[in-house]
């Protein structure tokens, strides 16, 4: 059984998603970190995906989920933060391939875009496949010194 932790976090497009994820994680033995938000209230989707980039870059978490309507703001504010790599993908192979080879961190959903099956698919691929190394090795570690 998984002992590491997930983070987890969304605005108000994905609370629905976020609390399915979250049952799957916990059925499946995962420690959850869940950084919000809960209702379709109206927030920033920013405010979350740093929270949730920061809570990785702090040790609190190995890897994270992030949803929101597309998949696409939240991404881009976690990437923000060094050592983030958060993938949007929108099905099986996507999220298969942002693990062997972008060793993505971070998952992120548009809950608007897929329905929960193909999201629980991802997220089961997403953490079942590990980076494939050797010349990927490299090309992830140039995301490390930007220009």
Same mark, same amino acid.
């Given at each position: 059984?998984?002992?590491?932790?997930?983070?987890?976090?969304?605005?108000?497009?994905?609370?629905?998603?976020?609390?399915?994820?979250?049952?799957?994680?916990?059925?499946?033995?995962?420690? $959850? #970190?869940?950084? !919000? @938000?809960?209702?379709?209230? +109206?927030?920033?989707?920013?405010?979350?995906?740093?929270?949730? =980039? &920061?809570?990785?870059?702090?040790?609190?978490?190995?890897?994270? $989920? #992030?949803?929101? !309507? @597309?998949?696409?703001?939240? +991404?881009?504010?976690?990437?923000?933060?060094?050592?983030?790599? =958060? &993938?949007?993908?929108?099905?099986?192979?996507?999220?298969?391939?942002?693990?062997?080879h972008?060793?993505?961190?971070?998952?992120?959903?548009?809950?608007?875009?897929?329905?929960?099956?193909? =999201?629980?698919?991802?997220?089961?691929?997403?953490?079942?496949?590990?980076?494939?190394?050797?010349?990927?090795a490299?090309?992830?570690?140039?995301?490390?010194?930007?220009?």
């Amino acid at each position: 059984m998984p002992t590491e932790t997930i983070a987890i976090a969304c605005d108000h497009g994905g609370p629905e998603l976020k609390a399915l994820l979250k049952t799957d994680l916990e059925t499946e033995g995962y420690k $959850i #970190l869940d950084l !919000g @938000t809960d209702t379709s209230e +109206s927030v920033d989707y920013p405010d979350f995906g740093y929270a949730l =980039a &920061a809570a990785i870059n702090d040790g609190k978490a190995s890897k994270g $989920i #992030l949803i929101c !309507g @597309t998949g696409i703001g939240i +991404s881009i504010a976690a990437n923000r933060y060094p050592n983030i790599r =958060a &993938a949007v993908v929108h099905d099986g192979l996507s999220a298969r391939l942002c693990r062997e080879h972008n060793d993505a961190n971070v998952l992120c959903l548009g809950a608007r875009l897929i329905g929960p099956e193909v =999201a629980r698919d991802c997220l089961d691929i997403f953490l079942n496949t590990e980076f494939g190394g050797d010349r990927h090795a490299r090309r992830v570690e140039k995301l490390k010194n930007p220009i």
